[in-house]
């Protein structure tokens, strides 16, 4: 496995058959400075401003779901444990309009990868099959984490796409995302070459991944805004549908 920086115009450029024999063979690409820090800063912040004036909940997905958020604990029933809040910005609701620029970039990137229509409707909604959200995933200090894991297969999903929203050193300094090619093999350090506004291309069903606790020696406050922030583009598949799950390492 190995990482593989490349500047945004020159991923852009490459052929979609090209990234993926790349991707098939347990490559991560990181595409630099794909969204300026700017850019990320401002989601940020409308991020944290959705999260303090909302309350907490938990729906399933379906057409009439908003966005909303939900904070996660372990939990024995968790098909993988974690410790984080989790923003869930569902596009077919259109209720987050300050997110649709960042979606309209790289959405059509992962179609392109995923063998799917460019003019694929971001705002199509579950009761199709599928529905696409972004996921503003806050890992808290005090020991925010994800177990690792591989995600399942899904054609709207055969790429993840995450966009780098912290850095390391400055919002916080221990943990962080890390990936690896089997399960007793060493892990990565994402950390060590993800800046912010960073665009991480990886195959999720072949690469375990996860997030080392974030800052485990301070105090944990599961409402406050410190921690380590990452941006994920996904298809959400509706309520009641059958698919795969998540498999924790």
């Given at each position: 496995m190995n990482i593989l920086e490349v500047p945004t115009r020159d991923f852009l450029a490459m052929r979609a058959e090209d990234i993926n024999a790349s991707l098939n063979d347990g490559n991560c690409f990181i595409v630099s400075n794909f969204f300026s820090p700017e850019k990320v800063r401002d989601i940020l912040s409308r991020s944290i401003d959705f999260v303090a004036n909302s309350e907490e909940s938990w729906s399933p997905i379906l057409d009439d779901t908003p966005s909303h958020f939900r904070r996660y604990s372990p939990h024995p029933q968790s098909k993988v444990q974690q410790r984080l809040t989790r923003i869930?910005?569902?596009?077919?609701?259109?209720?987050?309009?300050?997110?649709?620029?960042?979606?309209?970039?790289?959405?059509?990137?992962?179609?392109?990868?995923?063998?799917?229509?460019?003019?694929?409707?971001?705002?199509?909604?579950?009761?199709?099959?599928?529905?696409?959200?972004?996921?503003i995933n806050h890992y808290p200090a005090g020991g925010g984490f994800m177990a690792p894991h591989t995600d399942p297969i899904h054609p709207h999903n055969s790429v993840q796409t995450l966009v780098n929203a912290s850095t390391r050193g400055v919002d916080f300094r221990e943990g962080g995302l890390f990936v690896k090619s089997a399960p007793d093999a060493d892990e990565v350090s994402?950390?060590?070459?993800?800046?912010?506004?960073?665009l991480l291309c990886f195959d999720a069903s072949?690469?375990?991944?996860?997030?080392?606790?974030?800052?485990?020696?301070?105090?944990?406050?599961?409402?406050?805004?410190?921690?380590?922030?990452?941006?994920?583009f996904v298809g959400a598949?509706?309520?009641?549908?059958?698919?795969?799950?998540?498999?924790q390492y």
């Open positions: 869930n910005l569902n596009l077919w609701r259109e209720d987050t309009p300050w997110i649709l620029e960042m979606a309209r970039i790289v959405f059509p990137l992962k179609f392109r990868l995923g063998n799917i229509a460019l003019d694929e409707p971001l705002n199509r909604k579950p009761s199709s099959g599928i529905g696409y959200q972004i996921n994402v950390e060590d070459y993800w800046r912010m506004g960073d072949r690469i375990i991944h996860g997030v080392n606790p974030v800052d485990p020696a301070e105090p944990f406050d599961a409402q406050s805004a410190k921690g380590r922030y990452s941006i994920a598949y509706a309520h009641g549908t059958a698919q795969s799950v998540s498999v």
